[in-house]
């Protein structure tokens, strides 16, 4: 049974482009939940996605960011404009309907020049 | 709001050394979760331990073992006779129960251990 799967493991933009990153969940998870870990610091919750639904989205920034967990396909997690400040790791977390442990994929480390 | 408090930042210890790893939380809700996760240099996240609030029973994993208090708020990791595998920085986490299996996860800032040979 294959983990939580995320791609790129490394991702390089420059200002101004556009970031996105992927994850595929764990066979059988249904919740997709995505974090940001800036450097020195510990993760940050952004988004929580069912299927085809944004459940909360409280820690995302208001700008510049969004999610989509499409009915087939990966969960994605989209950045626009890249600035400096958006270099951090970006962690996805799965898990199953009803369940308090999120299994996480192994991470996407964004560097934005 | 729910917080984690892990005021150790870094900590060096020399192998075979026993090392325990303070965590401090902070909850309104009778019903939440206590996790450990290890991150180790290559970067990714190891989950290693989950409790509930209703569970104050210690655990032994090995090498590993963890200390609940509820009457204090607190969730300790010991590692005994440490390893320079076990270097990483290891990551307390709090999740309250929400309605429909819902959770959202409260990291602490991490606690970098650091085993020297």
């Known amino acids: 049974n294959a983990g939580v799967m995320q791609n790129p493991r490394h991702l390089v933009r420059r200002r101004g482009q556009e970031a996105r990153l992927r994850c595929s969940p764990m066979?059988?998870?249904?919740?997709v939940y995505w974090y940001r870990q800036l450097p020195e610091e510990g993760l940050k919750f952004m988004v929580y996605?069912?299927?085809?639904?944004?459940?909360?989205e409280s820690g995302m920034p208001k700008e510049r960011f969004s999610a989509e967990f499409p009915k087939e396909g990966p969960s994605i997690l989209r950045i626009q404009q890249v600035v400096r400040g958006d270099s951090a790791a970006y962690f996805c977390?799965?898990?199953?309907?009803?369940?308090?442990?999120?299994?996480f994929g192994p991470g996407t480390r964004l560097t934005v020049l | 709001a729910q917080k984690v408090t892990q005021a150790q930042t870094e900590i060096s210890v020399v192998e075979k050394e026993d090392v325990t790893l303070d965590c401090v939380y902070e909850?309104?809700?009778?019903?939440?979760?206590l996790f450990w996760y290890k991150q180790p240099p290559s970067g990714e996240l190891v989950f290693l331990i989950r409790?509930?609030?209703?569970?104050?029973q210690n655990e032994i994993s090995g090498r590993y073992s963890w200390n609940f208090q509820k009457s204090t708020s607190s969730f300790n990791f010991t590692i005994t006779a440490s390893q320079v595998v076990d270097s990483a920085v290891y990551f307390c986490?709090?999740?309250?129960?929400?309605?429909?299996?819902?959770?959202?996860?409260?990291f602490g800032i991490g606690t970098k251990l650091q085993v020297i040979p």
């Open positions: 977390a799965s898990s199953p309907p009803l369940t308090e442990t999120q299994y």
């Open positions: 066979k059988g998870h249904s919740h």
């Open positions: 996605l069912q299927k085809e639904n944004i459940i909360d």
């Open positions: 909850t309104r809700d009778t019903t939440y979760y």
């Open positions: 409790r509930n609030s209703f569970d104050e």
């Open positions: 986490a709090l999740s309250e129960a929400g309605s429909g299996g819902y959770q959202k996860v409260t």
